[in-house]
């Protein structure tokens, strides 16, 4: 099943993300894929919000994982731009995260796709025809 969304601003992609939130359920992983600059942490920091989490939420670029607790689940930010593949994922412990019975949004995904388990909710961001636009296409 796919369903697209358009946002025309960032805020609007932080509120598609905010809306999602109660469909999340313990152990939902999000699959986030899209080009540098599309929106894939916007939407992260709208879920966040959504789950009740009231921290800053970053790009965890450089930390590679960052952990968000004090919401309805906790939520666990990850960002495998600079890793080259599955193995680095499984050193840093993503059985752990996933054992952990919280949330594991993953950005650039597509860089160690064989990790994601049945269930995974893949959220494809694209930059629309407008500058702000964004193109997020959800597929289960």
């Not at 450089?62 to 968000?68: A, K, L």
């Amino acid at each position: 099943m796919e369903t697209t969304v358009i946002s025309r601003s960032e805020l609007d992609t932080e509120t598609i993300g905010r809306n999602f939130a109660p469909e999340l359920k313990s152990g939902s992983v999000i699959a986030l894929s899209g080009e540098l600059g599309a929106g894939k942490t916007a939407f992260t920091r709208g879920l966040a919000e959504g789950l009740g989490y009231s921290g800053y939420v970053s790009s965890p670029t450089f930390t590679i994982v960052n952990e968000y607790l004090g919401g309805r689940l906790p939520i666990f930010h990850f960002d495998l731009y600079r890793l080259s593949g599955s193995d680095e994922v499984w050193d840093i412990g993503w059985d752990d995260y996933l054992d952990r019975g919280g949330i594991c949004v993953v950005e650039w995904s597509e860089r160690a796709s064989d990790l994601f388990p049945d269930g995974t909710i893949y959220v494809d961001i694209r930059f629309g025809e407008f500058s702000q636009d964004r193109v997020l296409r959800f597929r289960r």
